[in-house]
């Protein structure tokens, strides 16, 4: 059900944008004063602090700071140029939510970047498949609130594109 009023669309987005910034930041800051791994799932996941100068999967992790500082900084303001459309043009709470989240774990690392000139990370993933261990690149509440979002995002552009068919 889409929200028709302006100013319920724009708390929804305040509340869940900030709430998943303020989550990002404090889970961040936890990491920061571990002494050491700790596991989470035994076996699967672990809390182990890592920072990562780049972009998503390490993008640009090894590029000059000269490079990687403004490409990363300017990527993430026309990201959030974006979604600022996107949240305008989008009609189905679903989407909002999903815009929101994207946005809110956008504005967490942005504000790693700003302060300290890399991302924390801290939660890490790894599994054994057919005797071989698989590791995923290690990640935060940010990383996981953009994802989440993208999915919502798609399923309520899903949503919003055939409900605009069916009239």
Known sequence: MPIRSPLRAAALFAFVATLTLVLDLATKRWAE???????????????????????????????????????????????????????????????????????GGALGNLADRVRLGYVVDFIDVSATFRGAEHHWPTFNVADVAICTGLALLLLGGATWQASRARS
């Open 33 to 103: 004063a571990l002494t050491g791994p700790r596991a989470a799932i035994d076996g699967v996941a672990r809390f182990a602090l890592a920072h990562n100068p780049g972009g998503a999967g390490s993008f640009l992790r090894d590029a000059p700071e000269s490079v990687r500082v403004p490409v990363l900084l300017g990527a993430s303001v026309v990201a959030l140029a974006v979604l600022a459309v996107l949240y305008a043009r989008t009609s189905s709470t679903v989407g909002r939510l999903g815009v929101a989240l994207v946005a």
